[in-house]
């Protein structure tokens, strides 16, 4: 679980008509990888295999689906099942909640690398994004039909051209995929030479499913997935306070629910008091030692040219 705000948005922001206008220009068959053309229409035909997708105009922003997931999938785990809820319900709130809410205190690392792009010109996604729209220019992707996303689709194949895209970012979606290895050469696919990935992923974390949860990485172990990139940097993306914090939560409330499942979700948004201890990852992230028991690591990879 990692989160960022942006704190310093541009004074004139894209509307979600200018991002679609960009996208057009890339847009490719999520199976044979030909060039997709858009009219007004609702649905979206590609012309050389006959893949189809559809173009949602709820609140006019003609959002593109190629897939993503099903009702039964989002719903199919408890817990998720609420988290669904709150999402669709309080959409804009939502990411500003976990970030106050949750054991995790990220480092802040998502939008200085958001920055290093001239996002006026570099087309840059978000692969992933769950309910979160980090800058106004950044393509959003994602497996649900959340309002702020602008492509829902599989992430192992996606909708655009090879080479399309300068940059993008993957924050805590590769341990949620049974194929992390599909969805990394799809970023590879769809980067430009010299285009970069900055991806975070959990290491000590307990289980969380969204709307799957399966696999952590060490600091070695995450270098090891992105054999087809330059490896620029890994770091300590969120601190072991934070590793601590959570399991600590999930402990507690096992402990109190004396094996009661209803006690336990209902004790566990209560452990949620704990949370400001996180604040002690602003000292205990720097540590040398950090990566021994971090929440999570933040790799940073370019395709090369």
């Known amino acids: 679980m990692m989160n ?29 990888h030909a060039p ?7 649905i979206v035909a590609c012309a050389a295999c006959g893949h189809t997708g559809k173009r949602l105009w709820k609140n006019g922003s003609g959002q593109l689906k190629f897939g993503g997931f099903d009702s039964e999938e989002l719903t199919a785990d408890a817990l998720n099942r609420i988290k669904e809820h709150v999402k669709k319900r309080f959409n804009k709130v939502y ?7 949750s054991p995790v205190m990220d480092r802040n ?14 087309l840059v996604a978000d692969f992933g994004c769950g309910t979160h729209r980090r800058d106004q220019r950044v393509i959003c992707m994602d497996g649900g039909t959340y ?3 602008d492509i829902v689709t599989d992430l192992r194949r996606l ?8 940059g993008g970012i993957s924050i805590a979606v590769l341990e949620h995929v049974p194929d992390p290895a599909a969805h990394i050469a799809e970023m590879h696919r769809v980067l430009r030479p010299g285009g970069r990935m900055l991806v975070f992923v959990p290491f000590m974390q307990p289980f969380h499913a969204s709307p799957y949860d399966f696999q952590r990485y060490t600091e070695v172990g995450l270098r090891e997935q992105f054999p087809q990139f330059e490896v620029l940097s890994v770091k ?6 934070s590793g601590m914090l959570w399991t600590l939560q999930e402990w507690l409330a096992m402990l109190l629910s004396f094996g009661s499942m209803r006690l336990y979700r209902a004790i566990l948004p209560l ?3 704990l949370s400001p201890l996180k604040l002690l990852d602003l000292l205990l992230a720097h540590h040398p030692a950090a990566a021994v028991t971090a929440s999570g690591f933040v790799i940073e990879v370019r395709k090369p040219a």
């Open 4 to 32: 960022d705000t942006v704190t310093d948005a541009p004074a004139m922001e894209p509307t979600a008509a200018g991002r679609q206008a960009r996208l057009a220009q890339v847009l490719a068959c999520p199976a044979c």
């Open 36 to 42: 997709l053309q858009l009219d007004g229409g609702e």
């Open 95 to 101: 990411p500003t909640a976990i970030k106050v809410l």
């Open 109 to 122: 690392l998502i939008m200085p690398f958001l920055r290093s792009f001239n996002l006026e010109h570099d």
């Open 147 to 149: 309002p702020n996303v």
């Open 159 to 166: 909708p655009l051209a090879e080479g399309s895209l300068a």
């Open 236 to 241: 300590v993306g969120a601190g072991p306070t």
């Open 271 to 273: 452990t949620w008091i």
